[in-house]
């Protein structure tokens, strides 16, 4: 239950108070973890973030900055979000859900469940934190900072996404997200990021490897999947058996791969 509620006017008091508080204080966006019984995120005090001034969406030359308060249905209405970015949110059916949930949010509390995490992997996306400027990935191994935004290197990069679920409304089971640089049909800086396993997103970097230096063939499903199965450690579960599970992650991922070159 929600004892204390306070609304910090900036960054630096926003820090103070969770200083102050420690472990017992939450960040506050929109309240969609906080307090929900099917996370296990329960603060009894909060400090809201809403007049801090991070529900801005900038693009210059080289880089799309999101503020870490935008809102999932934010990025899905905005002109300068990347569209493979809009697909994740959209995987979020709810639209209500989506006024609700931030971008900072769902890095912050970075469940097994995120759709957009994977995605933002794949783009290699930075978070900008009170201390630093990390890659998503870093971030991820330890959340203790306020997240401010999200940055999102342009580039000629490809990325395809893609979501499994027992139904359309129901938790993710898989995230696949696949980005790379083509260049006369020279594949590069290949990123495989598969979500819904743990936490933080589990790159393929072997499999990445063998793509790039042409070990492994692009159209050839099979070995595609057989390289992804043999990355995974999976149990059996509500959502399927083990080899259910290894099959259609490899099946995503081959899927993610093959529309990257079909452009």
């Not at 959340?143 to 996404?161: A, Q, Y």
Request: net charge neutral; hydrophobic share 40%; charged share 25%.
């Amino acid at each position: 239950m929600i004892r204390e509620f306070f609304k910090p006017s900036s960054i630096e008091e926003a820090i103070k108070l969770k200083d102050r508080h420690k472990d017992n204080a939450g960040w506050f966006g929109n309240g969609t973890f906080i307090n929900n019984g099917s996370f296990e995120f329960h603060h009894e005090t909060v400090i809201h973030l809403e007049n801090l001034n991070l529900t801005d969406i900038k693009e210059t030359p080289d880089t799309i900055t999101i503020g870490a308060s935008v809102t999932l249905q934010e990025l899905m209405d905005s002109d300068s979000a990347p569209q493979v970015l809009k697909e994740a949110a959209l995987h979020e059916t709810s639209r209500h859900i989506r006024n609700m949930r931030t971008l900072g949010g769902d890095i912050g509390i970075g469940t097994v469940y995120s759709n957009t995490i994977p995605c933002l992997v794949a783009l290699s996306a930075c978070v900008k934190t009170c201390d630093a400027i990390l890659l998503l990935e870093e971030y991820l191994i330890n959340k203790n900072s306020l997240i401010l935004e999200i940055i999102i290197p342009k580039s000629d990069r490809i990325c395809r996404l893609k979501k499994v679920s027992l139904q359309s409304n129901s938790p993710t089971i898989f995230t696949a997200a696949v980005s790379m640089e083509k260049d006369k049909k020279i594949v590069e800086k290949m990123i495989i990021a598969l979500g819904g396993i743990k936490a933080a997103p589990i790159r393929l970097v072997t499999l990445e490897n063998d793509l790039v230096k042409g070990l492994v063939n692009p159209t050839d499903t099979t070995a595609i999947k057989k390289a992804v199965a043999s990355n995974l450690n999976l149990v059996s579960d509500i959502n399927g058996s083990t080899e259910y599970k290894k099959y259609i992650a490899g099946i995503s991922v081959a899927d993610c791969i093959t529309r990257c070159f079909q452009v």
